[in-house]
């Protein structure tokens, strides 16, 4: 038989015969392995501790002196996580096979055996080895796509939100100011956490505030502080939230609604890191990190006069936008099953997944509510679920989404161009058939009804992965 080139693994045979050791030497070197002896399992174990190189395989008789394969098996244990142990014997029953097993070995031959028969139990314990640093390399893969799909208490897997989640990483990095954009209902205020939460200010807290949700004539006092005295109502000092921040971050959420006279002592904050409560003329310096949020187009507010030009430009250091849900439907399935997880946890119910008819319908709809009306939605259908899996009848609220859809086929199509209208189209009915089949690209081949090949090309040519 030919050495196979490149092949060279290390093999340890344990046998207490000579003319065994030597033929199976014979045998595996001209099978293109590297081999080494020893004439019982102390000797073999005491090779194991020198540690000098490591062995692919083992073939290991049963029957020997000073130590037998069967307590050479047990002494060796820490020493073959990655090795495989074939055990010989002449005297062998399935009883022995089935206790080598146990004891760790991977597989069992037959004394007298043929030489295809030594090579044959090597290449099933090659294919397993195989199998095994495959599934180790996967399971490498997963950690990474996992954490990769991650930022803060976020998952995304859009290409579109990895780049979010890319600059957001880099920004948490730095002391700078970062405003964030998107529709309501998209995460801004997770991506601010997750920016904190991977910041050097971590450890310190992140107060939200809303500036849409505090009375105008309050919204002054609990950002700065104010005195005792200022005003009806300050029966004692009051530090504010910019003050409780102090080390760590303060989230504006709907930085837009702020009004015009905040927006110049904001301003002052920015430019100066100093805060004057109400009621007092001294200034208080801060170490505060500023995220401000909005769902409002600032640059069109500043030229309808509503917000202040400068402001926007010191806010506007790092913009990050979040795409709609509309934009991004590949992330509906993993969201979904990350929110059938936590609200089945929640609520002690087992739901395994959703159906596809009813992943379709979400695939499908267009998602005013972005995020938020998903999340909302999945929670109430786990609530009603009286199966395990969730069926498109506890989506009905979603209505006649296929018409919501097309009624927006002028947004996501734009010319007259029939080529490029059929890519969108190929893109997007893609899209569907990959989340209704969990991922399964021959199903979904067949529902598009394409050959495998082609949806492949397909997925590839449109960057699907």
């Not at 954490?147 to 920004?171: C, D, H, P």
């Not at 890191?273 to 401000?292: F, L, Y």
């Amino acid at each position: 038989m030919k050495k196979k080139p490149g092949s060279h693994k290390q093999i340890l045979i344990v046998d207490d015969e000579a003319n065994m050791r030597h033929m199976l030497s014979l045998l595996l070197t001209d099978a293109g392995y590297r081999t080494d002896t020893a004439e019982d399992g102390s000797a073999a174990l005491e090779k194991l501790k020198q540690n000098h190189y490591h062995y692919h395989y083992i073939f290991c008789d049963i029957k020997m002196p000073n130590m037998d394969g069967m307590a050479f098996l047990e002494s060796a244990a820490g020493y073959l996580e990655t090795t495989s142990v074939i055990m010989m014997s002449a005297y062998g029953t399935i009883d022995t096979a089935v206790e080598a097993m146990k004891k760790g070995a991977y597989d069992y031959i037959s004394k007298p055996f043929k030489p295809d028969e030594v090579l044959l139990a090597l290449k099933k314990a090659e294919e397993r080895e195989s199998l095994k640093n495959e599934n180790r390399e996967l399971k490498d893969r997963l950690e990474n796509v996992e954490q990769s799909n991650r930022f803060g208490s976020m998952i995304a897997e859009s290409k579109s939100m990895q780049e979010v989640f890319t600059l957001a990483r880099k920004v948490a990095c730095y002391n700078t100011t970062v405003l964030i954009t998107g529709e309501s209902g998209t995460g801004k205020e997770l991506i601010a956490r997750g920016i904190h939460s991977e910041s050097m200010r971590a450890k310190e807290p992140v107060i939200p505030v809303n500036c849409g949700g505090i009375p105008e004539n309050l919204l002054e006092s609990e950002l700065f502080g104010h005195k005792k005295g200022a005003f009806t109502g300050a029966h004692r000092d009051y530090g504010g939230l910019f003050e409780a921040a102090a080390g760590g971050t303060i989230f504006l959420d709907e930085i837009g609604d702020l009004p015009m006279a905040l927006q110049v002592k904001l301003l002052r904050v920015l430019q100066d890191n100093e805060i004057r409560p109400v009621g007092t003329a001294d200034s208080k310096k801060i170490d505060v990190r500023i995220i401000a949020a909005t769902s409002k187009d600032l640059a069109d507010e500043v030229g309808k006069g509503n917000f202040r030009e400068d402001l926007f430009y010191r806010l506007n250091v790092m913009p990050i936008h979040l795409p709609s849900l509309a934009e991004r439907t590949e992330d509906i399935p993993l969201l979904c099953r990350f929110f059938i997880d936590r609200y089945s946890t929640r609520f002690k119910k087992n739901i395994t997944g959703i159906s596809p008819d009813a992943m379709s319908m979400l695939m499908e709809y267009t998602w005013p509510g972005n995020v938020r009306e998903l999340e909302n939605l999945v929670e109430r259908a786990v609530i009603l679920a009286e199966e395990q899996e969730l069926d498109s009848e506890l989506f009905s609220s979603l209505g006649r989404a296929g018409e919501s859809r097309q009624n927006k086929m002028d947004d996501i199509i734009s010319g007259y161009s029939l080529k490029s209208g059929k890519q969108v189209l190929e893109k997007i009915l893609i899209r569907k058939a990959l989340a209704t089949t969990g991922g399964n690209r021959t199903k979904a081949a067949r529902l598009l009804e394409i050959s495998h090949p082609s949806l492949l090309s397909k997925i590839k040519e449109y960057e699907l992965e």
